[in-house]
């Protein structure tokens, strides 16, 4: 069954600073989807940054990049010149085909607050 | 351009009560749909996903029920609400390859008294 853990519940930075968050998945499968969104305090999921599987380039959104290691399984964020907007709740996400459907499984979250 | 309502934003219910929440698509055809629910401080956890009209498929067994009557429309029920009921739920959708992911909807907080 795929899973995806994330270790840091709480994260705290001043504004402008570099700031990761990690995620760690397990799968058996080889080509797949991941993806982190953002929940601000609205609680309206945003998606940040999505990544292929079969791609060996990290993807950039702005100041979000990802760090893929595939034979790791590991997929963190990371938040350049970090911004007071930038606090929120961040879920990774695996993507996984099941029963003709393919379905999100998130991972329990961090809770980044940028503070001035 | 496509957009997903759901309502309502907040509410408020007794134990034993029955529950409505409505969620709908616009500006594309034969989406998936979803419906999530996210405990206090806590993840996201996939209560059932729709690929067409009537077919629903649940993912864990609970006191709640979906229906898709029309196409772009997705409900989330149940007969009699519980106090483990409360929470917080996104409906969600998709294309039928979801590649770029789920598009969510603003969310009910549901709160049973």
């Known amino acids: 069954a795929q899973t995806v853990t994330q270790s840091q519940p709480e994260m705290s930075v001043q504004e402008a600073e570099t700031v990761t968050l990690s995620c760690t998945y397990d799968t058996s499968e080889n080509n797949y989807y991941l993806f982190w969104y953002k929940q601000p305090p609205s609680r309206q999921m945003i998606l940040v940054i999505r990544q292929e599987a079969y791609k060996q380039q990290n993807a950039t959104e702005n100041r979000f990049s990802v760090n893929f290691q595939k034979a790791a399984k590991s997929f963190s964020l990371k938040i350049s010149d970090s911004q007071l907007g930038d606090t929120a709740m961040y879920f990774c996400?695996?993507?996984?085909?099941?029963?003709?459907?393919?379905?999100?499984?998130f991972g329990q979250g961090t809770r980044l607050t940028i503070n001035p | 351009s496509q957009t997903i309502h759901q309502w309502p934003a907040t509410l408020v219910q007794p134990v034993g009560s029955p529950l409505s929440l409505e969620c709908t698509v616009e500006?594309?055809?034969?989406?998936?749909l979803y419906w999530y629910r996210q405990a206090a401080g806590r993840g996201l956890q996939l209560l059932f996903y729709s690929v067409g009209i009537g077919q629903i498929s649940s993912e864990v067994p609970q006191n709640l029920s979906a229906s898709r009557p029309q196409d772009r429309q997705f409900i989330l029920s149940s007969k009699k609400l519980l106090l483990s009921d409360s929470g917080f739920y996104l409906c969600?959708?998709?294309?039928?390859?979801?590649?770029?992911?789920?598009?969510f909807g603003s969310g009910t907080r549901l709160t049973v008294v």
């Open positions: 969600a959708w998709s294309q039928l390859l979801a590649v770029y992911g789920y598009t």
């Open positions: 996400a695996f993507m996984k085909w099941s029963q003709g459907a393919q379905k999100l499984v």
């Open positions: 500006g594309t055809s034969n989406p998936n």
